[in-house]
Nanobody, 122 residues
Framework: QVQLVESGGGLVQAGGSLRLSCAAS????????MGWFRQAPGKEREFVAA????????FYADSVKGRFTISRDNAKNTVYLEMNSLKPEDTAVYFCAAGAVIGTTPHTYNYWGQGTQVTVSS
């Protein structure tokens, strides 16, 4: 089993940037494909980005493509989400997730962090 802890969230003005981190413990992160999801109040959890365990292939939701970048450092057991040109509609709790296969739906992933709040003011 792997434990995930997100960090790096906060309050930022529109157009600003944040870098989220997801640190893993318990098992080597390199054994898992990883995803980032977000959930705004009253909305379903939605896919943001995903990366294969090698780091060679990435996937993005259309809403964040060109603004967000997912990356990983398996030696540090950490996955990152670099978020630029933030918009108020990016406001949500952001979760990282680990799974045996990569996907864009929450049920694909087996392990989840507790989430970190990102608030973008206009």
């Amino acid at each position: 089993q792997v434990q995930l802890v997100e960090s790096g969230g906060g309050l930022v003005q529109a157009g600003g940037s944040l870098r989220l981190s997801c640190a893993a413990s318990g098992r080597t992160l390199g054994n898992y494909d990883m995803g980032w999801f977000r959930q705004a109040p009253g909305k379903e959890r939605e896919f943001v980005a995903a990366i294969t365990r090698s780091g060679l292939t990435t996937f993005y939701a259309d809403s964040v493509k060109g603004r967000f970048t997912i990356s990983r450092d398996n030696a540090k057991n950490t996955v990152y989400l670099e978020m630029n040109s933030l918009k108020p509609e990016d406001t949500a709790v952001y979760f990282c997730a680990a799974g045996a296969v990569i996907g864009t739906t929450p049920h694909t992933y087996n392990y989840w962090g507790q989430g970190t709040q990102v608030t973008v003011s206009s």
